[in-house]
């Protein structure tokens, strides 16, 4: 793989849900560099989270070619799910759940750690440097379960920084934060993608989107019906064009 | 072995036995509270039951048909559930209802036909009549019990703190998964025969739910499981053979209380209190 070949490619992948009579994605094919910044779009059921976890391959790709870090999808998902963050959506722990945040973030280089293997002196050095990334190595040793659903959500996104990702998938990470929270972690994302991570964002809020080109994709109905660069300033007037689209008329 | 301490054969049998059984339940009860498969605990307990008294009915050998009947159930409740469209707690009150129902059958007939003692044991236990070979079986199964936690103790909490979290950072949920299942019945079907089919679920249960009384963290709770276990069932072993009195039941009120007591110590409790 050389440094020019996309970091995520999808070429006519069906994806479906178990049990499910049809599938949920149609024909997306999608293409994506390193060190891209991607806003996803779309109306509630379009299909947003399916397309994270299509790409993660947590779902089964009934048809199409789907290559993501160099390695194929619909053969070992396992090695995707190593090199590739995926920050789930609408995520709240019970106060009685027995994890401390330390112990969460650490979880998320279980998966690099592999099978039989006990945690070394760089998985926990790994897990202060996101600890820090998002200034909350003061929760270390609280259990995830008595924090609020923002300080959660921060540890949540600890957790798949903690594995050094090349891409991150975050489906509506602002959702529980406030405003000061969201902009540092907008900051936070827009230092990882000068770095040469991709990230991949579903959300419904395009106000404080990093200040450089963005390519936005919007999905209706199990498809893709617009992926384009702009501006950030210009994703929610997309967004909102492609709600009013023929497949509404 | 452990000759040395208790003299007599038969009451150092007993706590042998009642000590591998109760360390190997309380384990996994850990698991089985924490993944909330309590469920499928229950109903795998009641698999093993009804293999046993079918194989005994028919001369074959009681622990390896608990253990098919057992394993088979953990890997049916996934299927039924999708074939018949039920939900998988439906399921499982399903297969619950005729493992009961296959056991009940075989153990009633057999006692028409005069071999109701025997099957009397699967009820409620023994754990006068064991063989030495079946409680090197018990420590093996022990060892196997702890040996599972330890050498997948990351897949393991990662898979309690939440499944799809456990997938997305790669870990391969279900060979783990079915793993666990795989352990939790062939305990099971082992120490049915000195638990009881109807009883051997407080061991698979109260264990971790008394642990969660004065633990946060998943680590002590691993290591408080079964030690409270281990002291409620030697306890219940020595004072029941020492007053003649049926061994397993007498553990399991033993158990029972102990859980009250803990809920009503528990500094969790007075936490919750404080907060409203
Ligand atoms: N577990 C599931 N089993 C079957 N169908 C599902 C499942 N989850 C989602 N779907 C279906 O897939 C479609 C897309 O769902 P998805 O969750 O991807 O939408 P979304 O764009 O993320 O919506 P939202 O903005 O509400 O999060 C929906 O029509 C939904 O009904
Ligand atoms: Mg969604």
Known sequence: MTASDPVIRLENVYTAYEGADRPTLTDISLSIGRGEFVVIGGPNGAGKTTLLETINGMLHITHGKAVVCGQ????????????????????????LTPFTVEEVVLMGRYGTIGLFRKPRTEDYEAVKKSLHLLGIEDLAARPIGQLSGGQQQKVLMAQNLARNPEVLLLDEPFSNLDMFAREEINRLLARLVG?????????????????RPVRVVVMQEGKIVVSRECPPKEVEQIVRNAGKGPSHA | MLEFIIPNNIVCHAVEAMLFASVACAVLSVIITQVQ???????????????????????LNPTVCSIVAGVAVAFLIGPLS???RLSPDTSLGLLFGICM??????IAYMQTLGQGFSAMGLLFGDVISLYREEIYLLAVICIVAIAFIVVLYKEITAIIFDKRIAESVGIRVKPVYYA????????????????????????????????????NRLSTMF???????????????????????????????????????????SPRRRVTFRKI
């Not at chain 2, 276990?229 to 009195?245: F, K, N, R, T």
């Open chain 2, 180 to 215: 666990m299942l795989f352990v939790i019945a062939l305990t099971v079907a082992l120490c049915l025969p000195i638990i009881g089919g109807l009883l051997l679920y407080v061991w698979l249960v109260t264990p971790a739910a008394i642990a969660l009384q004065f633990c």
């Open chain 1, 72 to 95: 194929d999808v619909r053969g070992d998902g396992v090695q995707v799910r190593c090199r590739v963050g995926y920050l789930l959506q609408n995520f709240a722990f019970d106060p």
């Open chain 2, 37 to 59: 498969i309590s469920s499928i605990g229950f109903t795998m307990a009641h698999a093993a039951f009804a293999g046993a008294a079918v194989g005994m009915f028919l001369s």
């Open chain 2, 223 to 265: 290591v408080v499981a079964p030690t409270v276990a281990a002291v409620i069932s030697i306890s219940g072993a020595l004072v029941g053979l020492e007053y003649s009195l049926p061994v397993a039941p007498l553990t399991a009120v033993l158990f029972s209380a102990v859980f009250i007591a803990a809920v009503l110590l």
């Open chain 2, 82 to 84: 999708d074939r018949a």
């Open chain 1, 195 to 211: 770095s040469g991570i991709t990230v991949l964002i579903v959300s419904h809020a395009f106000d404080d989107l990093p200040d």
């Open chain 2, 101 to 106: 129902a296959v056991a009940i059958f075989f």
